[in-house]
T-cell receptor, first 111, second 114 residues
Framework: ELKVEQNPLFLSMQEGKNYTIYCNYS?????LYWYRQDPGKSLESLFVLLSNGAVKQEGRLMASLDTKARLSTLHITAAVHDLSATYFC???????????FGTGTRLKVLA | NAGVMQNPRHLVRRRGQEARLRCSPM?????VYWYRQLPEEGLKFMVY????????ESGMPKERFSAEFPKEGPSILRIQQVVRGDSAAYFC????????????FGPGTRLTVL
């Protein structure tokens, strides 16, 4: 059974600092998704990672996937207050439809 | 190009009442998925439907919960005799054909049971 763990669960950081959120999954998974969720809102798709070694960047966020280590990372560069939100990763095995979500990382960027 | 639509966005029910949540998939999508998000948690898969068929309901509670996706009209998630523990955000997602197609999520319905 596929399980997904994120850490840290809570992250408070100063503006301008860098940090990384980790997403580990338990069995072979070929697809990894990162989402942002603001309080009371829906999921905003950030990145879709479909192959080992995939790296994608958008603004201050960069995501990568290492399928051999069963690890994806979301790196935040020079954080700004607007990045405060909860970030979820979700994994799915190739040929299946069930997304398995991590518990989320609540990020708070302090001015 | 409208995305996944859900209504209502907020729903308040008293214990024992029925809750009915609706989801219209993106245009061209024939696969619908329902997920539940309890407070401070990630989303949990509930059910996967195609038109007139339930493909996988392994995440649905055995009692009081049902889902359908009729030939015409939206998919409906029905919760009978709601209890306080049903309070959560319910998200619908849709995808095109094939299990590897990306799922696109709707805005969610936030159910509060008094």
């Amino acid at each position: 059974e596929l399980k997904v763990e994120q850490n840290p669960l809570f992250l408070s950081m100063q503006e301008g600092k860098n940090y990384t959120i980790y997403c580990n999954y338990s069995t072979t998974s070929d697809r990894l998704y990162w989402y942002r969720q603001d309080p009371g809102k829906s999921l905003e798709s950030l990145f879709v990672l479909l192959s080992n070694g995939a790296v994608k960047q958008e603004g201050r966020l960069m995501a990568s996937l290492d399928t051999k280590a069963r690890l994806s990372t979301l790196h935040i560069t020079a954080a700004v207050h607007d990045l405060s939100a909860t970030y979820f990763c979700a994994a799915a095995r190739s040929g299946t439809y069930k997304y398995i979500f991590g518990t989320g990382t609540r990020l708070k960027v302090l001015a | 190009n409208a995305g996944v639509m859900q209504n209502p966005r907020h729903l308040v029910r008293r214990r024992g009442q029925e809750a009915r949540l609706r989801c219209s998939p993106m245009k061209g999508h024939s696969h619908v998925y329902w997920y539940r998000q309890l407070p401070e948690e990630g989303l949990k898969f509930m059910v996967y439907l195609q038109k007139e068929n339930i493909i996988d309901e392994s995440g649905m509670p055995k009692e009081r919960f049902s889902a359908e996706f009729p030939k015409e009209g939206p998919s409906i998630l029905r919760i009978q005799q709601v209890v306080r523990g049903d309070s959560a955000a319910y998200f619908c997602a849709s995808s095109g054909t094939g299990p590897d197609n990306e799922q696109f999520f709707g805005p969610g319905t936030r159910l509060t049971v008094l």
